[in-house]
């Protein structure tokens, strides 16, 4: 009888405490969003438990709502599907991640090609030469990934020697969907649904197409010098499909996290020791298979994306069943998650500490 009491009282004061998150977290979205403005989707899972999932603001500026249903460009969140795909065909054995690139591209030069590995590509440590650095800068047209491979193809250099240090690439992403491609003689768009939205049920989830309508599609939005909002849903990169072209919704990404904390499709933390990268600007953090990774006491995994008319961030704890998953149509709009990561780490959820700093590095 006392045992029941027991654990029925703790669990009465964490209803409680959890309603009085809620009313704070509220707060903190409402007032950082004006009345007919784009904002913000967030989703908090801790311990198994959903103790929150909400939307706010506009999608459009139609008036339509956000919703948990409203999909969201994931930008470099994206990053996370992409190499789950090449750790599916590592799984099937028809790729190896100590495959170098020459493999998949003859077009690139040999001299970097048998250089850079798949492992290297997946853990930002390619050196390979950022595509935007290269691209025209008067492009008016949208990049797709094959433009990403000729702009590279030209290139006989790399910024350092492969393997020997971090730097964050959205060329490697960009050809780590082009191996996909080439190896399963699907689109990326075709593997990726088949493999990986299907099966998890991610029924409304996409990649992007210019031509293909997108169920429940936030549109992007950017402020100028003034803080007023203006339309910026779409840029000269934005069709680049490896490195950012995920849609999704808090609903379709709650189910990709429970797929990795069951190992649905592969087992990603075994992946990640022994497929990860150290930053060393960040003590004790690493990259792997699309994640950034570091342990706090445990395991804890965190990525940002950010592009012309979105905000994104995904921190997933597996050994505590977290997620703290943020989703706003605003580009450059992390002030209000810093705000909920610090509402949430009063309450024991999560640490704030490092995920600005790993966020700094994507840009």
């Known amino acids: 009888m006392r045992l029941s009491f027991f654990i029925g009282l703790c669990s009465m004061i964490m209803q409680t405490s959890f309603a009085q998150l809620e009313k704070r977290i509220d707060s903190a979205i409402a007032n950082s969003i004006n009345p007919g403005e784009p904002g913000i989707a967030l989703y908090i899972e801790h311990k198994g438990k959903l103790v929150y999932k909400k939307g706010f603001g506009l999608v459009n500026t139609n008036g339509e709502k956000i919703s948990s249903s409203t999909n969201f460009r994931m930008a470099s969140v994206s990053k996370q599907f992409t190499a789950m795909c090449i750790l599916l065909l590592e799984k099937e054995g028809k790729v190896s991640l100590d495959d170098p690139i020459s493999r998949f591209f003859p077009e690139i030069p040999i001299v970097i090609g048998n250089k850079i590995k798949l492992k290297h590509l997946l853990t930002h440590s390619s050196g390979i030469i950022d595509y935007e650095a290269i691209m025209n800068d008067s492009q008016t047209n949208q990049l797709l990934d094959h433009d990403v491979l000729t702009l590279l193809s030209k290139q006989d250099t790399t910024y350092f020697a492969p393997g020997s240090k971090f ?19 699907q689109t990326f ?63 379709d990404y709650r189910k990709w996290t429970h797929a990795l904390w069951q190992g649905t499709l592969v087992d990603l933390l075994a992946v990640s020791t022994r497929l990860n990268f150290s930053i060393k600007k960040v003590t004790g953090s690493y990259y792997g298979p699309g994640w950034f990774y570091f342990d706090i006491d445990h395991p804890y995994l965190f990525h940002s994306g950010s592009t012309c008319g979105f905000s994104t961030f995904s921190i997933n704890i597996p050994g505590q069943k977290t997620s703290i998953v943020y989703f706003s149509n605003i580009a450059n709009n992390p002030a209000t998650f810093r705000i909920i990561l610090d509402l949430l780490s009063d309450e024991g959820i999560g640490n704030p500490a490092p995920v600005f700093q790993l966020h700094d590095l994507t840009r």
């Open 167 to 185: 730097q964050y690439s959205n060329s490697a992403y960009a050809l780590l969907a082009l191996i996909t491609e080439r190896i399963t003689q």
């Open 189 to 251: 768009a075709q593997f990726v649904e088949q493999r990986i939205f299907k099966p998890l049920k991610m029924k409304n989830s996409r990649i992007y197409e210019a031509s293909r309508p997108i169920p429940n599609r936030a549109l992007g939005f950017a402020k100028d010098i003034n803080k007023k909002l203006y339309a910026n849903d779409q840029s000269p990169t934005s069709a680049v499909k490896g490195d950012g072209g995920v849609y999704t919704s808090l609903n």
